[in-house]
């Protein structure tokens, strides 16, 4: 594969209660464990949030693209991703992604077919695919 871009950022501190910072320093966030994992919570991200925005932006840029080549027009449309993490049964943990799709003005098939190839063409779900439970919906 070529690599057009490559994004670097760097973690330190305690791990999910340390910093995250991009090589650019675009991104420079502290982070927080999540209350429901047992940590203080607050106004802080965490790495599960970082993934689904990443994840978020990416699918629907991938929608867009099937969307445009297939000369479809997309209007107001909104993509969520949730992404919930939770033991895997060896001893480690997992990741599972539920993607949520407002795709205003089109007919249930057009945008269930627009959702299955634009799953092929994102980075992210490539990246998931077979290791990450990944679940889409139409809102």
Do not use: W
Request: proline share 4%; glycine share 12%; net charge negative.
């Amino acid at each position: 594969m070529q690599v057009l871009y490559t994004a670097s950022a760097t973690a330190t501190g305690d791990g999910r209660s340390g910093h995250v910072r991009s090589s650019d320093g675009v991104l420079d966030h502290s982070l927080a464990v999540p209350k429901e994992l047992g940590g203080p919570g607050g106004e802080l991200t965490n790495p599960e949030q970082l993934f689904a925005a990443g994840y978020a932006a990416c699918f629907h840029s991938a929608l867009k693209t099937v969307a445009r080549t297939q000369k479809i027009t997309l209007n107001d449309t909104a993509i969520t991703v949730d992404v919930g993490i939770g033991p895997n049964g060896n001893g480690g943990y997992g990741l599972t992604a539920t993607i949520e799709a407002e795709l205003p003005g089109l007919d249930e098939a057009t945008a269930t077919d627009l959702l299955a190839k634009a799953h092929q063409v994102c980075p992210y779900s490539n990246a998931t695919r077979g290791n990450v439970e990944v679940t889409i919906t139409l809102a």
